[in-house]
Nanobody, 122 residues
């Protein structure tokens, strides 16, 4: 069992930065691949970024490449999403998720956090 708690969301102007954190409980965090997803009102939950269990492999959706960076600290049981050059279209609730698959789809993840709101004003 893994429990995930996101933090770091907020309101920021376009061009600004935020760093999201996802703190995990449990001793098995380092064995899980982690993903960040986002969901805007009235839209599906979309893949944002992936990092494998040891942090050596990352993937990003095209719209955030070069702006967002996913990382993890397996000692602190935390995964991060550094978001730079934010745009209004990045506005969404951001979720972290844990799973054992390499997946860009929500079905590939077993555990989810409650989400944190990110709002980017123009």
């Amino acid at each position: 069992q893994v429990q995930l708690v996101e933090s770091g969301g907020g309101l920021v102007q376009a061009g600004g930065s935020l760093r999201l954190s996802c703190a995990a409980s449990g001793r098995t965090f380092s064995s899980y691949n982690m993903g960040w997803f986002r969901q805007a009102p009235g839209k599906e939950r979309d893949f944002v970024a992936f990092i494998n269990w040891n942090g050596r492999t990352t993937y990003y959706t095209d719209s955030v490449k070069g702006r967002f960076i996913i990382s993890r600290d397996n000692v602190q049981n935390t995964v991060y999403l550094q978001m730079n050059s934010l745009k209004p279209e990045d506005t969404a609730v951001y979720y972290c998720a844990a799973g054992t698959l390499i997946s860009r789809g929500p079905d590939g993840y077993r555990y989810w956090g409650q989400g944190t709101q990110v709002t980017v004003s123009s």
